[in-house]
């Protein structure tokens, strides 16, 4: 099963320019103390980031996350997440894009920069 299907994460848009993800918070993605797992921001920021990455590229390559940075800025415990990544570098080999993540108020609840290096796919 693939990681998206199996956290129910929904891709709703992805471009060159743009990539957009929801997620309904469920149990599951809840640590310990009733709150959003900070790994769940993780997954989803360098998600987003990894498939727009992946739309800058011909069908010879793919696109690997090597650095992921997050800050955690509200804690969430119910509730709908939009992840919406950007990139801020596109270079042959090194890409780096923004994601941020807004619950259903709008308010920012993560944000981080996902680094990601270009490689050839081995036949």
Request: aromatic share 4%; charged share 20%.
């Amino acid at each position: 099963m693939h990681l998206l299907d199996y956290l129910n994460i929904e891709t709703t848009e992805l471009s060159k320019e743009k990539v957009v993800l929801t997620m309904k918070i469920a149990d599951f993605h809840q640590q310990p103390y009733g709150i959003l797992h900070g790994g769940m921001n993780g997954i989803l920021i360098e998600t987003a980031c990894s498939l727009g990455a992946n739309e800058q590229l011909d069908k010879t390559s793919y696109a690997v996350g090597i650095d992921l940075q997050v800050n955690h800025l509200k804690g969430m415990s119910s509730g709908v997440l939009t992840t919406i990544a950007t990139p801020n570098h596109i270079g042959k080999s090194v890409q780096v894009w923004e994601g941020k993540i807004f619950n259903a108020s709008g308010e920012m609840t993560a944000v981080g920069r996902c680094t990601l290096m270009s490689r050839k796919i081995e036949k």
